[in-house]
C-alpha cells in the first residue's frame, strides 16, 4: 500500500483537476481549450456529471451510442463472454462469437459482401481497406498506387486514413509522408455532374486502384448529404475502369441513416465496407472492414507473400464481438426499428419549423441525422468562434451538441424520448436567436 498517501492527496482535487495533472485529450489545444466535464454516471440519452448535473447526450457520444448508455442488454451480453472467454488470439484460432458475427452479418449487409476482417476502430478499418485495394493491385503486378477520396472526407486519424480524408487543418503536418489520394468534389444538389465528370478524367488514367467516401452523408464534415443516385453513378463508373470502390460506414452503418446501411439506399453495391462506431453499441472498440469474393481471392494462392499481413493483437476479440452481436440484435428489434422512424418524423417536423427562421440557411434530415447550416457574414471555421459560442451555449443548457463551424447537428441515441428531442430542438431555437 506504498501509494496511500498519493489516493488521498488525490481525493482531495476534483476528476478535472486530476485529470489536468496526466491526460492528454482528443482533438484538444490544452492551452486555450476550456476544462473537460467529468462524467460519473449515464443511462439511456441522459449523461451526469460530478456536480449530479443532467445533460442530454444528442450526439450520442461521437455517434457510437444508439441504444442508450449503460445498457442492460449488451451488458449482460458482455459479463457472459468474460466469464466463458474473454479473449483469445485469433491467429490459428477461431470462437463462435466471431463466427456469429460473420454469419449476422452476411444476413443484413448488401449481398456482394463475402469476407469479413475484424480491427479494433473506424481508422484501423479504412487502413485495412486501402491496405487490400494497394495489395490487390500489387500482387497482380497491377500499378494502380493511387486512391480517389471526396474534398472535406473523413476516413480516421492513422497515415492511410488520414491521407484519405480531406480536412486539411488534421492533416496539413503529415502531408510529406501521406498516400497518393485525389480528391473529387462531392455530388451535392446542383454539383453531381461537376463530381461525374471529375471522376470519370481520373477513372481514365489506370493509375487508381480505390475510390473512398462515406456514403449518403459526410459526418465530420458537417452532415453533407448528396444522393444515393449520385453515388450509384460514381460506383458504377468505379465498377467499368476497375477501380474497387469502398464505402466508409463508420458513422452511417447500422441504422442512421434510416435503413441499416446507407449502402441500402444504393442499386450499384460498393466492393469493401468499412463498419465501427456502433457496431458494439458503444460498448467495445472495434471495427469490422467487410469485402467482395474477389478481392479475398487477389490473396488466396500458394504463395505465402500474397497473403493480408495485417493484425492487430485484439482481432475479433470474443467480448467484443459478443456486444456487437447484442447490439445487432436491439438493433433488429421492432421498436428499436420504430425508434429511427419516430426520430425520423420528428427531426422532418422540426425542419419544416426551423427552415424559416431568418437566421437559418438550409436544412437536411436523413434517418436519425439532422442538420441545420446558419447564415454567417463570413466563412466560418471548424473550431471558430460562433461555433464555440454555440456550443458553451449547450453545455450550460445540459446538451452535448458539438457544432461544426456554422452547421449545428442533431445524431441522437434511437431510444431517446420525444421530450428530450423536444428540449433539443427548443435549446438550438434559443441558440440561434441568442447567439446568430
Ligand atoms: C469516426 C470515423 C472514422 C474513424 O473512426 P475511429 O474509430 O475514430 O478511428 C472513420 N470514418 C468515418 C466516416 C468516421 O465517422
Given amino acids: 500500500m506504498s501509494n496511500v498517501n498519493k489516493t488521498t492527496s488525490a481525493k482531495d482535487k476534483n476528476l478535472v483537476a486530476r485529470d489536468a495533472e496526466y491526460l492528454w485529450h482528443p482533438y484538444t489545444q490544452h492551452k486555450t481549450a476550456a476544462l473537460p466535464i467529468a462524467i460519473k454516471r449515464g443511462e439511456g440519452a441522459l449523461l451526469w456529471d460530478e456536480d449530479d448535473k443532467q445533460y442530454i447526450d444528442a450526439i450520442a457520444s461521437w455517434w457510437v451510442n444508439?441504444?442508450?448508455?449503460?445498457?442492460?442488454?449488451?451488458?449482460?451480453?458482455?459479463?457472459?463472454?468474460?466469464?466463458t472467454l474473454e479473449h483469445v488470439l485469433f491467429g490459428g484460432f477461431t470462437h463462435e462469437p466471431a463466427v456469429l458475427v460473420a454469419e449476422k452479418?452476411?444476413?443484413?449487409?448488401?449481398q456482394n459482401q463475402q469476407k469479413f476482417f475484424f480491427s479494433d476502430n473506424g481508422s484501423t478499418a479504412v487502413e485495412i481497406a486501402l491496405k487490400v485495394a494497394l495489395q490487390y493491385n500489387y500482387n497482380k503486378g497491377e500499378k494502380r498506387t493511387k486512391i480517389i477520396a471526396f474534398e472535406n472526407a473523413f476516413h480516421g486519424d492513422t497515415f492511410a486514413a488520414m491521407a484519405a480524408s480531406g480536412i486539411s487543418f488534421f492533416t496539413e503536418a503529415f502531408r510529406g509522408s501521406l498516400i497518393e489520394v485525389t480528391r473529387i468534389p462531392v455530388p451535392v444538389a446542383e454539383q453531381e455532374e461537376t463530381s461525374i465528370e471529375a471522376l470519370k478524367q481520373l477513372a481514365e488514367t489506370d493509375e487508381y486502384a480505390a475510390f473512398i467516401f462515406e456514403p449518403l452523408v459526410q459526418g465530420a464534415a458537417g452532415m453533407v448529404m448528396y444522393t444515393p443516385e449520385a453515388l450509384n453513378d460514381l460506383i458504377d463508373i468505379c465498377k467499368q475502369n476497375n477501380i474497387f470502390t469502398i464505402a466508409d460506414e463508420v458513422m452511417t452503418g447500422f441504422g442512421k441513416t434510416g435503413k441499416n446501411f446507407a449502402c441500402d439506399y444504393?442499386?450499384?453495391?460498393?466492393?469493401?465496407?468499412?463498419?465501427?462506431?456502433?457496431?458494439?453499441?458503444?460498448?467495445?472498440?472495434?471495427?469490422?472492414?467487410?469485402?467482395t469474393q474477389e478481392l479475398f481471392d487477389g490473396?488466396?494462392?500458394?504463395?505465402?507473400?500474397?497473403?493480408?499481413?495485417?493484425g492487430h493483437t485484439f482481432t475479433a476479440n470474443?467480448?467484443?464481438?459478443?456486444a456487437a452481436l447484442a447490439s445487432i440484435a436491439l438493433l433488429q428489434q421492432?421498436?428499436?426499428?420504430?425508434?429511427?422512424?419516430?426520430?425520423?418524423?420528428?427531426?422532418?417536423?422540426?425542419?419544416?419549423k426551423i427552415e424559416a427562421h431568418p437566421k437559418v440557411k438550409t436544412t437536411r434530415v436523413l434517418g436519425v441525422i439532422f442538420a441545420l447550416e446558419l447564415k454567417t457574414d463570413g466563412e466560418e471555421s471548424y473550431y471558430g468562434g460562433l461555433r464555440n459560442k454555440l456550443y458553451n451555449y449547450f453545455i450550460e443548457k445540459g446538451v452535448i451538441l458539438r457544432p461544426v463551424g456554422n452547421i449545428i447537428y442533431i445524431l441522437p441515441p434511437y431510444i431517446i424520448s420525444?421530450?428530450?428531442?423536444?428540449?433539443?430542438y427548443n435549446t438550438i431555437e434559443s441558440a440561434i436567436n441568442a447567439i446568430v
Fill in 66 to 83: 444508439p441504444f442508450g448508455h449503460s445498457n442492460t442488454f449488451i451488458a449482460d451480453a458482455i459479463y457472459k463472454q468474460l466469464t
Fill in 105 to 110: 452479418l452476411k444476413e443484413i449487409l448488401p
Fill in 266 to 291: 444504393l442499386t450499384t453495391q460498393p466492393d469493401m465496407m468499412c463498419l465501427s462506431k456502433a457496431l458494439t453499441g458503444g460498448t467495445i472498440p472495434m471495427a469490422l472492414t467487410t469485402f
Fill in 299 to 310: 490473396f488466396y494462392d500458394d504463395d505465402v507473400n500474397k497473403a493480408l499481413f495485417h
Fill in 318 to 322: 470474443p467480448t467484443g464481438c459478443a
Fill in 334 to 352: 421492432p421498436e428499436m426499428q420504430e425508434n429511427i422512424q419516430r426520430i425520423n418524423q420528428q427531426h422532418l417536423a422540426f425542419k419544416t
Fill in 418 to 424: 420525444d421530450e428530450l428531442l423536444n428540449t433539443i
